[in-house]
Nanobody, 127 residues
């Protein structure tokens, strides 16, 4: 059983920053791409950001480009999502996920490409 553990969510004001963390399985850090998705009630889960297996390529949704940054720390087996200049429309439950089938430089943007998911962490941005 693969477990992903997210943390860092909370209630913040618009314009501020928040960093989400996701601990991924140790020992296989380079074997999968990592992604962040988010979901609000009644809506489909949507891609936010991803980092390739190699760590050399990152991808972002247009809605967060320039404000969010995905990164990873292999020594801590952790992937991060730095969120700056948060907006009320960023309010959602954020999920990290891993994709074992992607190439070294590919980033999948669809939910069904990811095999394992965390439990989610709530981010609420007040105006």
């Amino acid at each position: 059983q693969v477990q992903l553990v997210e943390s860092g969510g909370g209630l913040v004001q618009a314009g501020t920053s928040l960093t989400l963390s996701c601990i991924v399985p140790r020992g296989t850090f380079d074997d999968f791409a990592k992604g962040w998705f988010r979901q609000t009630p009644g809506k489909e889960r949507e891609f936010v950001a991803g980092i390739s297996r190699s760590g050399r390529k990152m991808g972002y949704a247009d809605s967060v480009k320039g404000r969010f940054t995905i990164s990873r720390d292999k020594s801590k087996s952790t992937v991060y999502l730095q969120m700056d200049n948060l907006k009320p429309e960023d309010t959602a439950v954020y999920y990290c996920a891993i994709d074992y089938t992607g190439g070294l430089l590919t980033i999948a943007r669809t939910v069904d490409a990811y095999e394992y998911w965390g439990q989610g962490t709530q981010v609420t941005v007040s105006s």
